[in-house]
């Protein structure tokens, strides 16, 4: 396991804001489960790189954003998949693969890894983690290629919001009847032919996954994060895939971490040019992102043995 001096722990402001002892415990389980997965990517000669906020941090704070309480990780699509096959089979007992193909609840389009399924509440597991109860883990995602045609480009793309979209919306399209207007139309264009058998959720899912995965590095030169591109609805959002041929070891709090060596150009795909300057920017979740596992423990009223 990593080792911390104690003084790590303690609170601490950076850039103005405030950063509690059990956050930089968090970050130290977060580090932690990171560990094992290079450790993987290491023995099996997988290339990994930092992305989104934990490049940034990497480059502009030699470890976390202070307001950041994640850390994010990707890997090209044919490396991911490898990945996921090794991660179940060989992770330390206790820890937790979440994907498509390893967890059949598992909603999110990219996986993530964690060091328990529950919230700890025995002493001695949780002193082992720094003091820190909750489940923590990294997120780990698939870089697609995009293909070269435009045309092409735009009907994978269109695809994908199609199928992705309904899966994320399945209920509400469920209860209203739309569902069944909409799946006609992905058989069609798709070339499928869905079950109704109880899994409708889980195949719309693992289709649109298989095509946000159509192309292959031969078939094309830029990488992208398709549901970023998507969510950003800029088809430009994506990366000459020579950008991430080589990757280096940068600092990163405790430890180090893999970023492409041209991080700076794809820093400024991610964040624009003047990324180098600290902002405060919304992540996407509640900060901290423990906040609703100690809600549930106070809820039910458990006291853990801290």
Not at 136 to 165: H, K, R, S, T, W
Request: aromatic content about 14%; hydrophobic content about 35%.
């Amino acid at each position: 396991m990593l080792q911390f001096d104690e003084r790590f722990f303690e609170e601490e402001t950076r850039d103005g804001f405030l950063i509690s002892s059990m956050m930089k415990r968090a970050w130290a389980v977060e580090m932690e489960v990171l560990s094992q997965v290079c450790a993987l990517c290491r023995k099996y000669g997988i290339r990994y790189y930092a992305v989104y906020g934990s490049l940034l941090g990497a480059i502009r704070h030699k470890g976390y954003i202070p307001w950041d309480d994640d850390i994010d990780i990707a890997l090209r699509r044919e490396d991911y998949t490898r990945l996921l096959t090794l991660l179940a089979k060989e992770l330390p007992e206790g820890y937790f693969v979440n994907s498509y193909y390893t967890c059949e609840t598992h909603r999110q389009p990219w996986a993530s890894v964690v060091n328990t399924r529950y919230i700890l509440q025995d002493a001695e597991k949780i002193r082992r983690f720094w003091g820190c109860p909750y489940v923590c883990g990294i997120d780990i995602f698939p870089m697609d290629y995009v293909a070269v045609n435009g045309e092409e480009d735009d009907a994978q793309m269109n695809l994908y919001a199609m199928v992705f979209g309904v899966a994320q919306s399945f209920e509400e399209y469920e209860a209203s009847g739309e569902l069944y207007e909409y799946l006609p139309q992905i058989e069609k264009f798709c070339g499928v032919s869905l079950s109704d058998d109880g899994t409708l959720h889980r195949q719309l899912l693992l289709l649109a996954d298989q095509i946000a995965g159509l192309y292959r590095e031969q078939e094309s030169d830029e990488l992208t994060l398709i549901t970023s591109r998507l969510n950003r609805g800029d088809r430009n959002f994506k990366f000459p895939k020579k950008w991430f041929d080589q990757s280096a070891e940068v600092p990163f709090e405790q430890m180090t971490i893999s970023v492409p060596t041209e991080y700076d150009q794809a820093l400024r795909v991610f964040y624009g040019d003047s990324y180098m300057t600290p902002a405060r920017y919304d992540s996407g979740h509640t900060y901290p992102f423990y906040r609703r596992q100690q809600q549930f423990l106070d809820d039910n009223h458990i006291t853990l043995p801290l």
